[in-house]
């Protein structure tokens, strides 16, 4: 199970499409598709990967920067596609070929990655995150997420990679010219986490063997890489450069965690 290290990289994050990469040996992952087919066959080849070599497909909520590709994928590829019940909800039977429920306190393992879903306040009708393992090394995602749960905490303590959301600056969002509804609904407990806030919860996790720390999901008008590395960095007491960010266009390119 050892043989390659987890490896990870982003084909794209913020709201205008999301797509993760979690490779392990030959399985490789993609947690959410907010691209079209030919946006996301140009991202994979920027990686070095095309349709054939995906594994699996796994989706964290219904909005339409996580699953708007993912039917049209899906019927291209008839790879399996996880997400929960009541995601899957907001898709037509036929749209997925391959459509696996899952069970977000359920543990599951797809050939050499081993997934853990948790569940996660949300504006959405059953979102869930995932922490991923080789049964060595762990890896945390978080986006889309309004406030951290001690649950949250618990699930990503210790990860030796986090892929976690700055949405916003709150001074930047509080300002902007957004409409009152959509800055509350933003800011707000099942909105998205702010620098602040991911900020404070990573000073309430063990950090001790974190290897990889990638912001994501970044509001392009409420926030600046800047900013993020500066509140990211305050907050483990790293260098500003050493928090890494999955941007809108250009994603993040691969990362081994060793
Ligand atoms: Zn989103
Ligand atoms: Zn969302």
């Known amino acids: 199970m050892h043989k390659g290290p987890l490896s990870f990289a982003s084909l794209g994050s913020g709201s205008r499409g999301n797509a993760t990469l979690i490779r392990k040996n030959g399985t490789c992952i993609l947690v959410d598709c907010g691209f079209s087919m030919v946006q996301l066959q140009r991202r994979l080849a920027g990686l070095g990967l095309a349709l054939d070599d995906l594994s699996a497909i796994l989706v964290t909520h219904e909005h339409g920067d996580h699953i708007r590709g993912v039917a049209a994928l899906a019927r291209k590829t008839s790879i399996p596609v996880w997400m929960t019940p009541g995601t899957a909800m907001h898709l ?37 995150q995932y922490v991923f393992s080789d049964g060595n090394r762990r890896l945390g995602l978080l986006t889309d997420t309004g406030s951290p749960t001690q649950h949250i905490l618990s699930v990503l303590s210790r990860c030796d990679a986090l892929i976690i959301e700055c949405n916003h600056d709150e001074e930047m969002l509080a300002n902007s010219s957004y409409p009152e509804s959509v800055k509350a609904r933003i800011g ?28 994501a999901h970044l509001s392009e008008q409420n926030n600046t890489v800047e900013r993020v590395r500066q509140t990211l960095s305050r907050a483990l007491g790293c260098s500003p450069d050493w928090v890494s960010i999955a941007l809108q266009d250009e994603g993040l390119a691969w990362r081994d965690i060793s």
């Open 188 to 215: 707000g407990s099942l909105g998205h986490l702010s620098n602040r806030q991911t900020a404070e919860l990573l000073n309430h996790i063990d950090c001790s063997k974190l290897q990889h720390l990638v912001a």
């Open 92 to 128: 037509k039977p036929a749209e997925i070929p391959v459509l696996q429920l899952l069970n977000c306190h359920q543990s599951l393992t797809i050939d050499d990655i081993h997934i853990q879903p948790y569940p996660v306040p949300h504006d959405a009708r059953e979102p869930c």
